[in-house]
């Protein structure tokens, strides 16, 4: 169950509840495209629709379940989308696939393959523009067109350079119906890490943190275990299964000496959000762990340098510092097999060009669980998209508690980061607040 949150939203913000079906676009919208600039996950891309022979609610059953698909996928596509395809023909579906892991056949060639000649005439339906190129896999345009299937209707056009359009213009050149737009909040949500990398090549950043109901992620003598009960600290844990990497600073390092391992479960993970399926990644993903130094002052045999069983082999680690470190320590860490990124001249590591460097690694999101030091940084330098804060009904108090958000801090109101499409839900005896950090850019 999820809460709206109350309060004022900033201006001319799309303020939604997560879960609750968007509203749906009738099958005669006006036609015409706006341009999109840049990414702006609460925007709309303004589609345009073609009128269609199927109920607009036959077609937004459809493309429901092509969602649902798609999310047997999470935790092992990125940095390819989540994607889910059904095939229907005289009102039977005939096939149904996902994307099952980054480098395996995609949503509509899985859909295809259960279908067999049954696609022939039949309305294919999925969550994102078809490819029409070659990279891991054939295009799946060119799949589509010689199965016989008469009409695809898609939520989403492919922002990758690749497609962008491409896969929409050369069915209809071959003579398929297209309807492009429907469920369009939903599946942009679904694909949001997607959405970001393929158009920015930086990471979709989510910034997590565990706080007490006023704020405090410790007491006056730096005591956090536990300030969130176990259900949402396993909850949390478990929410690194759908991210490529992990950062924290050197802070945290030298405090808790956390190990930043995701727990590969064979129950699988069931959050409001989808389940992650049981086992370990598919499609051969590492998970990444960095962690921001800027004078390698990090042990040599700190946890999270260690050899675990439950990470290798798809882990690595990332350190990235400064020209402050020594050059014999960096040795000694790169010996371990750490890699390491000299980012900055003096104190502090270039954050952006951290991301940039990541966005080169394939990492399509990336979860911050920093200390407040470096989550001010991140925020102020406008790094986060999504903010994820588990609140505890606990009330710690003292002036000197840390705080989830530090640094030097603002003077101004106006000058706070606003969030939009706020959510809040219960995890165990806590309440998990999400939102997206608003951006005019
Ligand atoms: C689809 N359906 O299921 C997926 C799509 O290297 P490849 O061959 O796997 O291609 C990756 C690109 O294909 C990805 O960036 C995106 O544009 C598209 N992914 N497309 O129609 C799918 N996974
Ligand atoms: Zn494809």
Redesign the pocket.
């Known amino acids: 169950m999820q809460f709206p949150i109350g309060g004022k939203s900033p201006p001319a913000l799309d303020t939604s509840v997560k879960g609750r079906s968007g509203v749906t676009p009738g099958p005669t919208v006006k036609s015409g495209r706006k341009k999109r600039r840049s990414y702006n996950p609460g925007k709309d891309p303004g589609f345009f629709f073609i009128e269609s022979p199927h109920p607009v609610n036959e077609r937004e059953k459809y493309l429901k379940l092509a969602i649902k698909l798609?999310k047997k996928?999470l935790g092992y596509?990125n940095?390819?989308?989540?994607?889910?395809?059904v095939i229907v023909k005289n009102g039977n579906i005939v096939g149904k696939g996902?994307?099952q892991g980054?480098?395996?056949?995609?949503?509509?060639?899985?859909a295809l393959r259960k279908a067999k000649e049954r696609a022939k005439g039949a309305t294919l339906y999925?969550n994102?523009?078809?490819?029409c190129?070659?990279?891991?896999?054939?295009?799946?345009t060119t799949s589509i067109i010689s199965a016989g299937i008469k009409e695809v209707v898609t939520s989403l056009k492919?922002p990758?350079p690749?497609?962008s359009g491409r896969?929409i213009s050369q069915l209809k050149k071959a003579g398929i119906r297209v309807e492009i737009g429907i469920l369009k909040k939903e599946a942009r949500k679904l694909n949001e890490a997607?959405l970001k990398y393929?158009t920015t090549k930086k990471p979709f950043v989510t910034l997590k943190a565990a706080m007490s109901l006023d704020g405090k992620i410790a007491t006056k003598t730096g005591e956090s275990k536990w300030i969130t009960s176990k259900v949402a600290r396993n909850f949390s844990h478990q929410l690194r299964l759908l991210y490529d990497g992990i950062l924290v600073g050197i802070g945290t390092v030298l405090k808790d000496n956390p190990y930043l391992n995701y727990t590969p479960t064979y129950r699988g993970f069931h959050s409001p959000r989808g389940s992650v399926s049981p086992g370990l990644r598919r499609g051969g993903k590492r998970f990444t762990k960095v962690i921001v130094d800027s004078s390698a002052k990090i042990p040599l045999d700190a946890n999270l340098l260690k050899k675990s069983k439950t990470c290798l082999p798809d882990r690595q680690v990332i350190l990235a510092t400064t020209k402050m470190a020594s050059i014999d320590k960096l040795k000694k860490l790169n010996e371990k097999g750490i890699e390491i990124l000299i980012l900055g001249e003096n104190r502090k590591v270039d954050l952006l060009r951290l991301m940039e460097e990541l966005g080169k690694r394939e990492l399509a999101n990336l979860l911050i669980e920093g200390g407040g030091e470096i989550n001010e940084a991140a925020l102020r330098l406008r790094i986060v998209d999504k903010v994820c804060f588990f609140v505890s009904p606990k009330i710690i108090g003292g002036r000197y508690a840390k705080t989830p958000v530090e640094g030097e801090g603002i003077e101004h109101l106006n000058e706070a980061i606003l969030l939009k499409e706020l959510t809040c839900e219960p995890i165990g005896e806590d309440f998990l607040v999400e939102g997206y950090v608003y951006r005019t850019d």
């Open positions: 798609a996928g596509t940095p390819n989308p989540l994607v889910g395809a996902y994307h980054y480098g395996l056949p995609h949503a509509e060639i899985n999925l994102l523009e078809p490819c190129f070659f990279g891991k896999t054939p295009p799946c492919d990758n690749k497609v896969g997607y393929i």
